[in-house]
Nanobody, 123 residues
């Protein structure tokens, strides 16, 4: 079973930057794509960005586009989420997830999850 471990969360001032990492214990058929999600208190989980290991195709949510980039290091089985110009509304628990192959981003079944890392943006 694949294990995902996030790191890099913390406290950042508005306008600042933060980089999160998600290390996968291995890559299998269940990890075709890796994604980042976030959940703020009292809100539903929200998709942030996703990337495929092969080819590095990316998909970023409109709500963070222009401020967020997702990248991966295949040699390290690690996916990164870089966030810039952060806002207080970016405060949330950020979790990474893995999904097996799907032909469309919308059809990815996110089945493996990390424990999450807290990101707090102060105003």
């Amino acid at each position: 079973q694949v294990q995902l471990v996030e790191s890099g969360g913390g406290l950042v001032q508005a306008g600042g930057s933060l980089s999160l990492s998600c290390a996968a214990s291995k890559r299998t058929s269940s990890t075709y794509a890796m994604g980042w999600f976030r959940q703020a208190p009292g809100k539903e989980r929200e998709f942030v960005a996703a990337i495929t290991w092969s080819g590095g195709s990316t998909y970023v949510a409109d709500s963070v586009k222009g401020r967020v980039t997702i990248s991966r290091d295949n040699a390290k089985n690690t996916v990164y989420l870089n966030m810039n110009a952060m806002k207080p509304e970016d405060t949330a628990v950020y979790s990474c997830s893995a999904a097996p192959y799907a032909s469309r981003w919308a059809d990815l079944a996110w089945g493996t999850w990390g424990q999450g890392t807290q990101v707090t943006v102060s105003s």
